[in-house]
């Protein structure tokens, strides 16, 4: 299932930095990306193993998940991409303890699903932003913190930080609808980081964004990830973005959704992503390998959508 890498290795540290692909973090491992050495850490963020979700009555079943094994390690970047209604949804909804699989385990740090819940190891963004309209960009960002009992300065001060770091410095008081679609979405990466999670889970976060801002948003996100280091799993319909973003691009097939492949990008994690990055022709080759990757899995002739 693990495709070998027919490609020469990609060159894409551009600053006189090492060859990323000496660094690449699952050259060595299988399908299910379990842990060989570990430049991300030793605690695997996410360890999905046998996993089946199946909607319905008897009569009328969807198996949306069909024996999923997925390890995530800490630090790292995942994309997962797939036809739509393949169930990647269904899948970050069973990670975030949001729905509960038919069958398999599912682990977050070592811990269950549930326990990470509790223990606020994740923050979740999803493809609507979910603000609420009546608080103002520091309300929204700050309300996890307040339902978890941080003070009131405790508070102050990460929401201070928080809008820097999504450059809404200027907005903190602003309201939602006072906002574009773009700030909004900032809005809320801002609060799926607020209290300093080690595991961001996105759905197609940037899905209704224009590409100029999308572009921006893909640039920020990843250098939120370095300066945090949190590991992310991030769910797109496009290729581009998902190699963009990720260490590993994995590839689920359509129902029952399984996955099918997935590639190393071997862009390492200090490479700065930006226009140089989209430019460059191993970038291009990536984004070949997973289209492969993506049509050549046995897919539903409508299903997948690349932008
Ligand atoms: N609560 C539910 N009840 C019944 N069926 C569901 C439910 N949630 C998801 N499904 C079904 O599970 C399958 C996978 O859905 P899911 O939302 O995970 O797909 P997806 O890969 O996220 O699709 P998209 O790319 O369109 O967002 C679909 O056939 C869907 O109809
Ligand atoms: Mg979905």
Aim: proline share 6%; charged share 25%.
């Amino acid at each position: 299932m693990n495709t070998p890498d027919p490609q020469p290795a990609p060159t894409l540290a551009k600053d006189g930095g090492e060859d990323p692909a000496a660094r690449t973090p699952a050259a060595t491992s299988g399908p299910t990306g379990a842990s060989t050495a570990a430049p991300f850490g030793t605690v695997d963020a996410v360890r999905v193993a046998g996993v089946t979700k199946t909607f319905g009555t008897r009569k009328n079943q969807v198996t949306a998940l069909s024996e999923v094994d997925l390890t995530v390690r800490a630090g790292e970047f995942i994309a997962l991409i797939g036809p739509s209604g393949c169930g990647k949804s269904t899948l970050m909804r069973v990670v975030a303890d949001l729905e509960q699989p038919t069958g398999g385990t599912v682990e977050v740090f070592g811990k269950t699903a549930t326990q990470a819940r509790k223990d606020q190891d994740y923050g979740i963004a999803f493809q609507q932003a979910g603000l609420l309209p009546w608080r103002s960009v520091a309300g929204n960002i700050a309300l996890p913190l307040e339902l978890h009992g941080a003070s009131r300065s405790e508070r102050k001060q990460r929401v201070a930080e928080l809008v820097e770091m999504v450059g809404l410095t200027d907005f903190a008081k602003s309201r939602p609808d006072q906002l574009s679609g773009g700030m909004q979405q900032r809005v809320a990466i801002a609060r799926s980081l607020a209290e300093r999670p080690r595991l961001l889970l996105m759905d197609e976060p940037f899905g209704a964004l224009d590409e100029m801002t999308r572009e921006r948003m893909q640039a920020e996100l990843a250098r939120i990830s370095v300066e945090t280091g949190a590991a992310v799993v991030f769910v797109t319909h496009s290729i581009p973005e998902a190699v963009f973003l990720a260490d590993r691009v994995v590839v689920m097939s359509a129902r029952p959704g399984r996955i099918t492949e997935e590639v190393v990008t071997g862009i390492g994690r200090d490479v700065v992503r930006d226009q140089r990055l989209r430019e460059d022709p191993a970038f291009f080759t990536k984004v070949t390998e997973v289209r492969e990757a993506l049509h050549g899995a046995p897919v539903a002739s409508s299903g997948a959508e690349e932008r």
